[in-house]
Nanobody, 121 residues
């Protein structure tokens, strides 16, 4: 059984920083893609950043230059370093992974449970 666990969320003042972690565990053969999404109350879920197995990255325009996504393949863990945080960054942040549990099968998507990030003075 595959599990994605997010951590690192919390309360921070505007201009502050947080680092989120997404740890994948279970019967994992390979992780093709990991993406951070976020969802604020009343809003749709939006893509924040993603990283491929080859460490190719993409960012939403609203976070580019402030957020950095990275991965530790040996630990099956992805990080989201968030700097210069703004109140608009307040949301539940979700980790999404496209991965394979069996090399004979195609990849399949999985979601984490989310971690709350609150940016407020």
């Amino acid at each position: 059984q595959v599990q994605l666990v997010e951590s690192g969320g919390g309360l921070v003042q505007p201009g502050g920083s947080l680092r989120l972690s997404c740890a994948a565990s279970g019967n994992i053969s390979s992780i093709n893609l990991i993406t951070w999404y976020r969802q604020a109350p009343g809003n749709q879920r939006e893509l924040v950043a993603s990283i491929t197995s080859g460490r190719s990255t993409t960012y939403a325009g609203s976070v580019k230059g402030r957020f950095t996504i990275s991965r530790d393949n040996a630990k099956n863990t992805v990080y989201l370093q968030m700097n210069s945080l703004k109140p608009d960054d307040t949301a539940v942040y979700y980790c999404h992974a496209v991965l394979s549990t069996d090399w004979r099968r195609g990849p399949y998507p999985y979601w984490g449970q989310g971690t709350q990030v609150t940016v407020s003075s």
